[in-house]
């Protein structure tokens, strides 16, 4: 396979899958921990708590708002309190 030339999202026809492209995420290697975490962290988003959700070098972070800054939230309750309340992190 040849390296990409460009970054952005990357879909199944670009690595040979067939079938309808479908976008592939890529992921960092987690804890148990972190795993769970980025999982509630999607149901959240899928709720529509929040709009977005990140890992970057292992860490968890989302966000509220377009015009926000990603917050890391190290825990699950953190998560329920930043949605809660907002706490004005940001």
């Given amino acids: 396979m040849a390296k990409r030339k460009t970054k952005g999202p990357l879909y199944t026809n670009e690595v040979g899958i067939e079938g309808p492209a ?21 149901e959240e988003k899928k709720r529509g708590n929040i709009i977005a959700t990140l890992n970057f070098r292992g860490k968890i972070y989302v966000k509220k708002q377009d015009n926000q800054r990603p917050v ?4 699950i309750w953190s998560l329920e309190e930043f949605i809660k309340h907002n706490h004005g992190r940001e």
């Fill in 72 to 75: 890391q939230e190290k825990d």
């Fill in 22 to 42: 479908a976008q592939i995420y890529l992921t960092h290697h987690l804890t148990a921990f972190n795993k769970q975490l980025l999982s509630h962290t999607l």
